[in-house]
């Protein structure tokens, strides 16, 4: 006999005595059924895979249907239907491939019913007529198939094909031979499908009770919540609250914090899932479970280290980092010591922040970072009231949970730059967080709950020192970063940005040279700044142009950086500094002046004419500078005798007072000597040697007070070729800041009454 083709059906079953209609819309179907249509008997043998993935001659179960094409029909959409009749069970054998398709033989399946098979068929009819009964979805059109059949074999096969069982738990039926096996296995599908629609009858009574017109959705909720309770099967709520519940037991929070957050997990636990307030309790939940109650980092013991990385990182500095290393030195000492509140004050670009970040780093503690520029609503630090939609806990406590630890260096950029209006005081609200004496118990408005912020390392950073708000000054450790000079400058490029860069750029010190004097020309010519980092941006464009000219030129140069190449690559100098004219002039004397660029001289002229005897200022001058002029004439004209001066040829003439350059705004007390020495010069039509610099303020009695920024004034004084500079004695303590290269070409002065200038310069 011929080996009939096999049909392997997915996702259907087909019973002896049953027919189905398929459709199929692929090609390999499709000729298949019109082979089966070719042969005068239209036979096939049709089988369920055991392994619907991989289809092989190991997936075939040893049993399949014999069955009949009766119809076959092209319908317009491309498709073909089919109609299968199912013959009888039959046993497989010698099955073979045959191109893309299988063949087998077959054996006919035949079953011997005795007495016990026919009291199983009664009790499965009886079975039967309960089930269609109870169950709703289970119509009466099988009992109408019943007439006709009188053994258990073809009982079994009509109730399976009709049952709204799995297709995987169909496919059982096909193999199981022993139609006694299949009625029990019927019957317990069967009785499993009562007690689902019995429960399922139940949980509708139960909820009905509660049922209204407004309740339709919490109806079905509820029902899928006691199926699934029935069936041991937690919903995603409740699993949420059992992960939430384990982590809540490992919390290290005090017992009072713990007994908080347990209430609002059973608040949460018994809220409808429709609430408003089960996302804004579950946030609260998210919030208070992750922050870090008692999670410390251990500080560095070794306080060598903590320099060595401290000084790797920043040059100079000392201050701050002899602060770091007493707090590390005392706290290892005492082991109880609360955490420094500290607040660099510098211009923008010398290193605050990343210093900040470095000293993190050197204890090896976490770093958090906020940005206070601007903020003028008081909540962005303390918090929202859980009361508001959307409400979110403060700036503070964001920062703790995103470093994870309760000693983080926590680092608060700008406070200088706090703004007040209708909304709060910002400023006012961080004064709980950085007070040492109360920031042990912080209350955050959307924690409620106190957290300990006595462990955190603050380090605000600000710009001027004037403009902190006067009760947060109070609370810090003022620490000034002053702008590096020219000699910092170059020693930081040498050291740090030279080296760093050329690792960037990947080029070596045998390709390209750069010394001291390339360095100096791009910080005063190409740069003006108080840090370093218009600097290091010059240098890194000078290593771009040479790697471009290495690999277009195809070329191993070695370049010497000089001022020559510096002018080629970067163009010509962008800025400049004031000469120093030696020529003889009267009515010019060298002033002083310190920018947060750094140190320049200063020279203030004076010219008079026939007048009223009016005072006449120009130069963008400040109200001090101003006073400082007054000043000056004032003290002249008190002492005029003192200093040889006829006041008749004062009285009628109109002074005029002019400090270039007049597009630059200048102010401080510093230039009073200056101003007097310049309007002496012009009344006594006497010359100052142009190789002497002054600065101090003048008092109406001719006393010399201290003035600040010396370092940067010498400094750009020695640039502009100054010999001798003439200082307050209440400075002498500020020359050991000037570099000793600066102090070997000077000659120093020290006055404390303006008298001894003028015995100097004009006696």
């Not at 049993?63 to 317009?76: D, I, Q, S």
């Not at 005795?114 to 199983?120: N, Q, V």
Request: glycine share 6%.
């Amino acid at each position: 006999m011929n080996k009939l083709l096999v049909l392997i059906i997915n996702d259907m079953v087909i019973f002896p005595n049953n027919e189905v209609r398929i459709e199929y819309d692929n090609n390999y179907d499709k000729q298949m059924v019109d082979i089966v249509d070719q042969i005068d008997d239209n036979l096939m043998i049709i089988v369920n895979p055991i392994d619907e993935g991989d289809i092989s001659l190991t997936s075939f179960p040893k049993y399949g249907v014999l069955g009949r094409l009766k119809l076959k029909m092209n319908v317009p959409n491309g498709k073909t239907r089919i109609v299968i009749e199912g013959i009888e069970r039959v046993a497989l054998s010698s099955i073979v491939e045959d191109g893309f398709y299988y063949r087998a033989d077959y054996e006919a399946v035949t079953v011997e019913e005795g007495e016990e098979a026919k009291s199983y068929f009664s009790i499965l009819i009886k079975s039967l007529e309960n089930y269609v009964a109870k169950v709703p979805y289970m119509g009466n059109a099988i009992m109408s198939q019943l007439h006709g059949i009188d053994c258990l074999d073809d009982l079994c096969d009509l109730i399976v094909s009709f049952l709204p069982i799995k297709y995987e738990d169909k496919k059982k039926y096909v193999v199981m031979i022993d139609p006694i096996a299949r009625a029990k296995a019927l019957m317990e599908d069967m009785n499993r499908d009562l007690k689902f629609v019995e429960l399922e009858q139940r949980i509708e009574n139960e909820v009905e009770k509660e049922l209204d017109d407004t309740q339709k959705e919490y109806f079905l909720r509820e029902k899928i919540k006691l199926m699934q309770k029935e069936l041991g099967d937690g919903n995603n709520k409740d699993s949420e609250i059992e992960t939430l519940s384990k982590k809540i037991s490992k919390l290290k929070c005090n017992a009072k914090i713990k007994e908080k957050i347990k209430r609002e997990l059973d608040r949460y636990e018994s809220l409808n899932s429709n609430s408003p307030e089960l996302g804004m309790v579950r946030e609260y939940l998210d919030w208070m479970i992750n922050l870090p109650w008692n999670n410390y980092t251990k500080d560095t013991d070794d306080l060598v280290k903590v320099k060595s990385i401290l000084d790797s990182s920043h040059y100079a500095l000392e201050e701050v980092k002899d602060r770091i290393l007493e707090y590390l030195a005392v706290k290892q000492n005492t082991n109880n010591l609360r955490s420094p509140i500290l607040c660099l004050v510098g211009p923008p670009g010398v290193g605050k922040t990343s210093l900040a970040l470095s000293i993190a780093k050197s204890l090896n503690r976490k770093a958090a970072k906020i940005s206070v520029g601007g903020i003028n609503d008081e909540a962005e630090i303390v918090g929202h009231r859980r009361t508001y939609i959307g409400a979110n806990p403060g700036r503070i406590i964001q920062g703790i949970r995103k470093a994870g630890t309760t000693n983080p260096v926590f680092i608060i950029d700008e406070i200088d730059k706090m703004t007040k209006d209708i909304k709060g005081d910002p400023a006012s609200s961080l004064l709980e967080v950085l007070d040492p004496e109360q920031n042990n118990k912080f209350s955050d408005h959307y924690i409620e709950e106190d957290f300990d912020l006595s462990k955190v390392m603050f380090i605000a950073t600000a710009n001027y020192v004037e403009q902190i708000p006067y009760e947060l000054r109070d609370r810090l450790e003022i620490i000034n970063i002053s702008s590096y000079t020219e000699y910092e400058k170059l020693d930081i490029a040498k050291q740090h940005l030279v080296p760093k860069e050329l690792e960037e750029h990947g080029l070596t010190p045998l390709q390209v040279q750069m010394d001291d004097e390339a360095i100096m020309t791009l910080i005063r010519y190409y740069t003006k700044e108080a840090g370093v980092r218009e600097l290091e941006r010059m240098i890194a464009t000078l290593f771009r142009k040479i790697v471009k000219s290495i690999l277009l030129n195809q070329d191993m140069v070695f370049y010497h950086i000089d001022e020559k190449l510096i002018e080629e690559f970067l163009g010509k100098k962008k800025y400049s500094y004031m000469e120093n004219d030696t020529s003889k002039e009267i009515g010019v004397v060298n002033g002083m002046a310190y920018t947060v660029f750094g140190g320049d001289i200063l020279p203030i002229e004076a010219t008079m004419f026939k007048g009223k005897g009016e005072l006449i200022l120009t130069g963008s001058l400040g109200d001090v500078m101003q006073e400082s002029c007054h000043i000056a004439l004032d003290y002249i004209k008190a002492n005029v005798d003192l200093f040889g001066i006829d006041p008749k040829s004062i009285d009628k003439q109109d002074i005029h007072v002019h400090v270039p350059e007049g597009a630059v705004n200048k102010d401080g007390p510093s230039a009073g000597i200056t101003m007097t020495t310049t309007l002496i010069s012009l009344f006594k039509n006497q010359c100052v040697d142009k190789s002497i610099a002054m600065t101090g303020e003048i008092t109406l009695r001719g006393r010399v007070l201290g003035i600040g920024g010396l370092k940067e004034k010498v400094i750009g004084a020695h640039r502009a070729n100054i010999k001798t500079v003439i200082i307050p004695k209440e400075n002498e303590k500020d020359l050991d800041e000037i570099p000793e290269e600066v102090r070997r070409d000077l000659q120093f002065i020290m006055v404390e009454n303006y008298v001894d200038i003028y015995k100097k310069l004009f006696q």
